[in-house]
């Protein structure tokens, strides 16, 4: 059965007046018998599409919804490439190599003992990325302990209530037991839970580079301090994965001081979405080891596929070549400048958002951008209205604003989400500031004192 429920029109035809045939409706839920004109059926699909959301308007999605005329020329021309086929796709997966290696010296990966490539991939998103690295999590802890005649049944992985949802799959997926941290006075994971939650069947600890709650970086650092500290006491050795998968794509350009990639010994592995924050259209996700060592050898594969023998880790087969593609455009084209540029004005423009909602009286901010470009805020104090109903009344100005309850801990808190993302601007931040007032104002008589709004 399909997973998505929707509600639809009891009748089993979609009537459409773009056919020229006469016929005039097709089967809902099966094939026509008939072949349909080519820009009719066009049509008939775009006429649908127009329901969707405007993307530009989309304030709830991390995922890039614009791109560069060039760069959509290149996704163009690379639609039929399968990244997979390395043998018949040699330069595709050259420039794959390319990217990898990019990523490995962004994030301060050593080099390479003996030279040669650094040790990553290529994944559809940052999902299947942090499933590859717990996987090399849980390989490495099980054969540390069956080396050493002990019980390997029972892996752990430690991670605060906040991570993304791909987590949780990945333990129930693997059979790890997800040891969740409830938020105590943090909106994400500190330290001293991190190393409290470890035992001797724990693979590894999850430090998130910007939540996706409320965008903001959890301490790597002193995680890895107080792993450092935990092993000098104990003799536990646990490894820290970071999931970078918006800020992998921002820490680098704008808080280039802040330690919490490969400078950190405790680093094993790193993954990111090159379709957020790293300016690609979905979908196209990395992951990354110190070092081949943290990789175990028997989770690759060497497959003799169309002519090649080829090594892979990866949970799908075949899969597009073109998003990895856009990702080598967007690296060449912006380098290091334009990507801090770009991220940067992200940034800038979350913090007038984050200004204009709290000069509005009745919220109070979570969060205000100033690690990823992301805001969150709660209202003060109880009202006649919910942010449940403040986000079905954008919803008539065409904004996306998310609505949802914080994580176990804070559970009680409701909050609005506000995602900046390249290509927002000035103006549509103002534009939303001014829905957002005229919406209080429809929900509780508020008048809006006039706010300057400088840019």
Not at 72 to 81: A, F, G, T
Not at 108 to 129: I, K, L, R
Not at 389 to 412: C, K, N, Q, T
Request: charged content about 20%.
């Amino acid at each position: 059965m399909s997973l998505h429920k929707h509600h639809t029109r009891p009748d089993e035809t979609i009537e459409d007046s773009a056919f020229d045939d006469g016929v005039g409706s097709i089967p809902r839920h099966k094939l026509p018998v008939g072949i349909q004109d080519a820009d009719a059926a066009m049509r008939f699909i775009q006429n649908e599409l127009m329901l969707d959301g405007n993307a530009r308007q989309n304030l709830a999605t991390f995922v890039t919804t614009w791109m560069e005329p060039q760069a959509q020329v290149l996704i163009r021309e690379s639609l039929e490439k399968n990244i997979i086929d390395k043998d018949e796709y040699p330069q595709s997966a050259e420039i794959e190599r390319r990217c990898v290696n990019i990523l490995a010296n962004l994030w301060n990966a050593p080099e390479p003992t003996g030279g040669g490539d650094a040790v990553g991939c290529s994944t559809t998103g940052s999902s299947e990325a942090a499933m590859l690295a717990g996987m090399a999590l849980k390989w490495r802890w099980r054969a540390r302990r069956e080396a050493a005649g002990l019980d390997a049944t029972r892996p752990n992985l430690v991670m605060g209530a906040n991570v993304q949802v791909c987590w949780e799959k990945f333990a129930r997926y693997w059979d790890v037991e997800a040891r969740m941290v409830k938020l105590d006075g943090a909106t994400h994971l500190t330290a001293e839970q991190a190393a409290a939650a470890c035992d001797e069947n724990t693979i590894g600890v999850v430090a998130v580079l910007g939540s996706t709650f409320d965008g903001s970086y959890e301490p790597v650092a002193e995680i890895a301090a107080a792993l450092d500290a935990l092993q000098a006491g104990t003799g536990l050795d646990v490894p820290v994965h970071v999931d970078a998968a918006s800020g992998g794509f921002i820490a680098p350009f704008l808080d280039e001081h802040l330690l919490w990639d490969f400078r950190l010994d405790r680093v094993k592995s790193i993954n990111a979405s090159g379709h957020k924050y790293g300016l690609v259209y979905p979908g196209v996700g990395w992951v990354l080891w110190r070092g081949a060592e943290d990789l175990p050898a028997d989770l690759i594969f060497s497959v003799d596929y169309l002519g090649g023998s080829m090594p892979t880790f990866a949970l799908n087969f075949s899969r597009p070549a073109a998003q990895v593609i856009a990702q080598y455009y967007t690296l060449v084209r912006y380098g290091f400048e334009g990507y801090r540029r770009i991220q940067q004005r992200s940034r800038d423009i979350a913090g007038t958002i984050a200004e204009g909602v709290g000069a509005m009286g009745p919220f109070t901010l979570l969060s205000r951008g100033d690690e990823l470009p992301v805001l969150a805020f709660k209202l003060t104090t109880p009202d006649a209205w919910t942010v449940y109903d403040l986000s079905h009344e954008l919803r008539g100005f065409g904004w996306i604003v998310p609505a949802y309850p914080m994580p176990e801990g804070m559970a009680d808190i409701d909050v609005l989400r506000v995602v900046v993302r390249n290509g927002f601007t000035f103006d549509l931040a103002a534009m939303f500031l001014a829905d957002l007032g005229k919406c209080v104002q429809r929900l509780s008589g508020w008048q809006p004192d006039k706010v300057a709004f400088h840019h």
